[in-house]
Structures are given as C-alpha cells and as structure tokens.
C-alpha cells in the first residue's frame, strides 16, 4: 500500500517563527500536494509539485513556501507563522499518468499561538 | 475543473444502503468522477472514479447519469464505520501531467445503530 507520512500530528508553535511540515512518500510518485482544511471550507490547495525542484502554485499559496529536493519528499514552509495559519494540513502524492488517485497522509494539526 | 454540489449532510441506517448524489452539471467531456472519504482524525481515502460508465469495486458502486451532470456513491450495505466526510470531485483525465484537485466541503454521512 502506498504510505504518505507526515512528520507530526500535532505541532504547536509561536507567532512569527518559522516552521516546516515534512512530508515523505513510499510509492515514487511524481505529484505530490499541500492541503489545508478548516471548518467549513473543505480541503484548499496550497502548493503542489509534479517534480523535483518544480512547483506550482495553488489556491491559497499566500505565506507559504514549499521545497521538493528529493522526489520522495515534500516539504511546506510557513515563513512566518501567524494565528490565521493555525489549521489542519494534508499532505498527499498521486502518479504522473493522469488517472492516478491521490493518497493523502493524517494530517499535522498546527496550532499557532 | 468542473465545480460539484453536494448535500451537506445524510442519515443512513446500518445495514441499508447509503446512496450519496453530487451534481457536477458543468463537467466536460474529459472530466472523471471521483469518490474520496475522510473518517475523522485521518487523512481523505480514495474510494472509486468513473468518466460514463458504472463502476463497482469492493467498497462501492458509481452510478453516473446518461448526460454525466450527476453521479451516485452507493455504499450498498452501511456499516458504522463508513460514518465519515464523502467528497466528489472532478478531474480531467489529462492536462500536461499537472493533477490539481480541488476538494469542497463534502457530505458527511452518520451512520445510525
């Protein structure tokens, strides 16, 4: 089975610092994806990658950044945490050929104080 | 991609068939219909996809319309462990590699002993 795993479950952090969630896929898929989910707003995309080193933006990128050195890893980067930020974060991968489901990790829920 | 509508939330008695809609009245002709599911505290799993035709597999059947503008998730027999978040969306089937997907708010689906 593929595995998509995220480096915490639960994160708690300061205002103004810098944080990154790591992502990491078993299945060397090509496509992997940033998600965000609040109450009431479903899943909204952040920033996905089709490649090493290339990334696009998605609806919401706005104080995020994300960094795909290796293809089995994708990591998303609050430069500087703020409350609004506080959130459940998904990561998920799927294959290049485009009918490829996607296979999402639990989640890290981020609170930012 | 084509925008989907989904009822906010359903009842379903253990044991009975749980039938799931979503409207998708502006999906083009190379656009795939897909099921995903979020039980609370995980991250969302993909059930099945279809483009025209029924699809079945071992965790569910798709019934999409003659003209595709809507489409039925039918969990033929509900078990209280299918209580979860059902998400319907769609996709192209091709577009140069990139897979972005955009998720609502689903229907969340309760289970009743």
């Known amino acids: 089975d593929v595995k998509v795993t995220q480096s915490s479950r639960y994160l708690v952090k300061r205002t103004g610092e810098k944080v990154f969630l790591e992502c990491v896929q078993d299945?060397?898929?090509?496509?992997m994806f940033w998600y965000r989910q609040d109450p009431g707003l479903g899943l909204r995309l952040i920033y996905f990658?089709?490649?090493?080193?290339?990334?696009e933006k998605g609806d919401i990128p706005e104080g995020y950044s994300v960094s795909r050195e290796k293809k089995e890893r994708f990591s998303l980067i609050l430069e500087s945490a703020s409350t609004n930020q506080t959130s459940m974060y998904l990561c998920?991968?799927?294959?290049?050929?485009?009918?490829?489901?996607?296979?999402f990790g639990d989640g890290t829920r981020l609170s930012i104080l | 991609d084509a925008k989907t509508t989904q009822p906010t939330s359903m009842d379903c008695a253990e044991g009975r068939a749980a039938n799931l809609p979503c409207n998708h009245s502006?999906?083009?002709?190379?656009?795939?219909v897909y099921w995903y599911r979020q039980i609370h505290s995980q991250g969302p799993q993909y059930i099945i996809h279809?483009?025209?035709n029924n699809e079945t597999n071992e965790m569910a059947s798709l019934i999409i319309t003659e003209d595709r503008k809507s489409s039925t998730l039918i969990l033929p027999h509900a078990t209280l462990r299918d209580t979860a978040v059902y998400y319907c969306?769609?996709?192209?089937?091709?577009?140069?590699?990139?897979?972005?997907?955009?998720f609502g708010t689903g229907t969340k689906l309760q289970v009743i002993p």
């Open positions: 502006t999906i083009s002709g190379n656009e795939y």
């Open positions: 990658s089709y490649d090493v080193k290339m990334k």
């Open positions: 299945m060397d898929h090509e496509n």
């Open positions: 969306i769609v996709r192209v089937a091709s577009n140069g590699g990139y897979q972005k997907v955009t």
């Open positions: 279809g483009l025209k």
């Open positions: 998920a991968s799927s294959p290049m050929r485009s009918l490829g489901p996607q296979h």
